[in-house]
């Protein structure tokens, strides 16, 4: 039997419900799900090795996500 991680279990349920309402298309909708919560979501060029990064942008976060990385 499958377990939820502890993150997701802290989680309120009402953000678990928005979440899992997200993944219940294949493949998840990724920038629609983060532009729900307010996240900034865009592709970039960054160094190799470096798939995506997270991080502070004003009172909001944004996630770059590196466009030379492999999809798989």
Known sequence: MMRNSQ???????????VIASFQDQVPVKI???AKYFGLEVKISTLDVGISGMIFPSGNLYKILINKHEPSY
């Open 31 to 33: 920038g629609e799900l």
């Open 7 to 17: 993150e997701w279990d802290r989680l309120p349920s009402d953000i678990r419900n």
